[in-house]
């Protein structure tokens, strides 16, 4: 299995732009979950899907950042527009099931900079 | 509300001596409890976790833990420190399905002296 891929791995933009991030889950799970890492908060939870429902978006930090799912297959992430304080390494993850003893497996991240 | 503390944020040992990364824990309900190490810019690999079965976890890498619930308690340990070990690792907890997913630690990085 190819693992949860993201895309872009990096993205550099300017402040006021559009950022669409986005995640592939391992083909078969229903839970796919967008975290955020910063120095100063550590990995924070944003938001976090079941069958393609979202089901806890109160990690969202405000109304810039909306997150879809379509499918199963693929989510999106966008900030807009983008502040510099949005930087932060942002990890997609996916799992079997709604669960809280399932293992959750993640992506490599897109690190993000806003200029 | 769940919750969980990394005790230290660095951690230093020589290469070949023992390990240990002290997590503690508060859950109102029966936690399952994880370990994830990353490294260097790269994504979040699980270690090991404890979902209500043995209270002593073995995972990958040599690397186990053990729950203890009347000390709230969930320290990662490991007999030999390796190199490769050199990373940071976080202690996750998450409760019953319904409610936040993982809440994460604030991460213990482990240096590997050689």
């Known amino acids: 299995d190819a693992g949860v891929i993201q895309s872009p791995r990096h993205e550099v933009t300017e402040m006021g732009q559009e950022v669409t991030l986005r995640c592939k889950p391992i083909?078969?799970?229903?839970?796919l979950f967008w975290y955020r890492q910063t120095m100063m908060r550590g990995l924070e939870l944003l938001i976090y899907?079941?069958?393609?429902?979202?089901?806890?978006d109160s990690g969202m930090p405000e109304d810039r950042f909306s997150a879809k799912m379509p499918n199963a297959s693929f989510s999106t992430l966008k900030i807009q527009p983008s502040e510099p304080r949005d930087s932060a390494v942002y990890f997609c993850?996916?799992?079997?099931?709604?669960?809280?003893?399932?293992?959750?497996?993640f992506g490599p991240g897109t690190r993000l900079l806003v200029l | 509300a769940q919750s969980v503390t990394q005790l230290d944020s660095h951690v230093s040992v020589s290469e070949g001596t023992p390990v240990l990364l002290r997590c503690n824990y508060s859950?109102?309900?029966?936690?399952?409890l994880f370990w994830y190490v990353q490294h260097p810019n790269k994504g979040l690999q699980l270690l090991l976790k404890?979902?209500?079965?043995?209270?002593l976890v073995k995972g990958i890498n040599g690397f186990e833990a053990e729950f203890k619930k009347s000390e709230t308690s969930f320290h990662l340990t490991k007999p030999s420190a390796h190199m490769s070990d050199a990373a940071e690792y976080f202690c996750?907890?998450?409760?019953?399905?319904?409610?936040?997913?993982?809440?994460f630690g604030s991460g213990t990085r482990l240096q590997v002296q050689p």
């Open positions: 996750v907890v998450s409760e019953a399905p319904g409610r936040r997913a993982l809440t």
């Open positions: 899907f079941n069958n393609n429902v979202p089901i806890d």
């Open positions: 859950s109102s309900y029966s936690p399952s």
């Open positions: 404890y979902t209500s079965a043995a209270t």
């Open positions: 083909s078969g799970h229903n839970s």
């Open positions: 993850a996916s799992s079997l099931r709604r669960d809280p003893r399932e293992t959750q497996y």
